[in-house]
């Protein structure tokens, strides 16, 4: 543990947040969350986080102690600017340079150094979130180099040492269900396959193993593979 100092978790409540949450309260004495709402379709994800963080603090004390407020910022501007399949009503497809369509240029940009922000009037030198490269739909600003960078850019800019965490950068989802599951059992399992929302089209009427969601759009295909290796990975 990471003695006495306050951590910033981007949370969006979906699968990959939800597990860095649980990551967070696992090493910070104090933990604040962050959502941003810039007009995604799967919307859905930000009614999730409230149902997340009201259970999460059950699964563990000491988690109910270090877990502090939760801000949630609109970023609707975001959506305004952006013609991609995640802020348009429009097919999810490949673009013509290889990157899918739900890439939404300068999101995990604006949503960093929008945090960087919040954390610095709350005074968390940590800001944690769940972009992964291993996986991943070779969306830029998902990668370590990116965020390195980016850390180093926030720091200087705003004069401060902050610290961007990526706990989930080398693992692929697989590897993030086994974290949750080491970080709080099947009662973590439990709570993220049923509470949080990964589905590009906010899809939350049809149960899986894995969770709610289409089944079909990238997201859905994602966890519920990652899910099915974890699976077959306890099994054996
Ligand atoms: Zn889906």
């Known amino acids: ?29 104090a933990v604040e969350t962050v959502g941003f709402d810039y007009g995604q379709r799967h919307r859905i994800e930000l009614e999730c986080r ?3 963080l009201a259970r999460i603090v059950e699964i563990n004390p000491t988690w109910k102690e270090r877990l502090g407020a939760d801000h949630t910022l609109d970023l609707s501007v ?28 300068g999101r995990n940009l604006l949503f960093f150094t929008l945090a960087a922000a919040l954390a610095f009037r709350r005074k968390a030198r940590h800001m944690i979130g769940g972009m992964c ?28 040492r902050s610290v961007i965490h990526t706990p989930l950068m ?3 989802k697989a590897g993030t269900w086994a974290l949750a599951q080491d970080l709080g059992g099947d009662l973590l399992l439990d709570l993220i396959t049923e509470h949080s929302h990964t589905c590009y089209l906010g ?14 759009c990238p997201a859905c295909e994602l966890r519920a ?8 990975g306890t099994r054996s």
């Open 203 to 216: 899809e939350r009427t049809v149960r899986h193993e894995w969770g709610y969601g289409c089944g079909t």
């Open 170 to 172: 080398w693992i692929d």
């Open 1 to 29: 543990m990471i003695a006495d100092e306050k951590a910033l978790v981007l949370f969006s409540g979906g699968q990959d947040s939800a597990t860095c949450l649980a990551w967070a309260l696992e090493k910070f004495s």
């Open 78 to 105: 975001l959506g305004q600017i952006s013609e991609t399949g995640l802020t348009r009503d429009a097919e999810i497809a490949l673009r013509e340079d290889g990157l899918p369509n739900t890439f939404v240029p």
């Open 225 to 232: 593979r990652g899910y099915e290796s974890f699976r077959e």
């Open 133 to 160: 490269e291993t996986d991943y739909s070779g969306y830029p600003d998902c990668r370590d180099d990116t965020l390195k960078a980016l850390q180093v850019t926030l720091n200087l800019g705003m004069g401060s």
């Open 50 to 52: 409230s149902e997340l």
